[in-house]
């Protein structure tokens, strides 16, 4: 490949770096000192589009050093810019730092070491898209604190449904709670004449049949319940549907896009529901 900017010494390393994305990773397309999107100055060493439709960028250099590129993180975290950004460097004979490689994960940087075997991955990357979420586990009660924590990470490793999935699931059993308190404290609708009451399980029933029958019945009380209101039982009802969707894979650059945001607007409003809830609880 061709470098204008990369000094002559490094020319060989990323080669090394550009076959290795191709023959073991499968990333298509190799481009060398590039604009990786038209809204960023940005040019990495090397970059091409991964079969998971994430852009796979590199920057090879002498060591593993990443404070030039937080600025480029911010980017493409903001702009929400699917990318999986790594840093590589040539081992040497004196041992690299590791908090050089640690801090370079932390930020959601990938690191790669080439040796005379060829590349070795250190630390895989983060997806930067997935990485500017709002979601503070201090928001939370203390009893939830660790699952909110292993949502954040498990959707900044790159299974964003299934960080979803966790928040979902807090959801849930608050909302059953909430519902079950509701109808303990006659907050529900007497039977019509020739209705018949519901055998459901307000426990382990069906989710979203639960929340159907709660509908149906629940009358709004501002005084007793003064926060569980239409909007926010059609918000709880909203989640049912996000959570019944099955993930299916983006077939290009611009649905990758499109979902990693779908997702974080998921993400937050999940966050944000769960606070609400919360919130409702100890009204009830």
């Known amino acids: 490949m061709l470098y204008k900017f990369l000094p002559d010494h ?10 290795y994305l191709g023959e ?6 190799i481009k060398a000192e590039t604009q990786i999107e038209a809204a960023l100055q940005y040019r990495p060493t090397i970059h091409g589009l991964s079969p998971e439709k994430y852009i796979i960028a590199v920057e090879v250099q002498d060591t593993p050093n990443t404070t030039s590129l937080d600025s480029v993180i911010l980017d493409c975290a903001t702009r929400a810019i699917p990318v999986k950004l790594f840093v590589a460097f040539l081992s040497s004979a004196s041992p690299v730092p590791h908090n050089l490689i640690e801090s370079a994960h932390k930020k959601g940087l990938g690191v790669i070491e080439i040796g005379q075997a060829g590349p070795r991955v250190l630390r895989e990357a983060f997806p930067l898209s997935l990485l500017g979420f709002r979601l503070d586990h201090k928001n939370f009660p ?21 960080g979803c999935a966790l928040v979902y699931d807090e959801i849930e059993d608050l909302s059953r709670t909430l519902i079950k308190r509701t109808k303990k404290k006659k907050l529900w609708r007497k039977l019509k004449p020739g209705e018949k009451a519901s055998k459901l399980n307000l426990d382990d029933g069906p989710w979203e049949k639960v929340l159907e029958l709660f509908e149906k019945f ?14 926010l039982i059609h918000r709880i009802a909203a989640v049912t549907a996000y959570r019944n969707q099955s993930g299916h894979k983006p077939k290009s650059l611009s649905e990758r896009i499109k979902r990693d945001q779908e997702m974080r607007t998921r993400l937050e409003s999940a966050g944000d529901l769960l606070l609400d809830l919360i919130e409702v609880a100890s009204q009830v």
């Open 24 to 29: 073991d990773r499968g990333v298509a397309g």
């Open 10 to 19: 490094l020319h060989s390393t990323a080669d090394q770096v550009a076959e």
């Open 142 to 162: 203390k009893k939830l604190r660790g699952t909110l924590i292993e949502a954040g990470n498990t959707f900044r490793d790159g299974s964003p449904a299934k």
């Open 218 to 231: 629940f009358v709004v009380n501002g005084k007793k319940a003064p926060g569980l209101t239409s909007n």
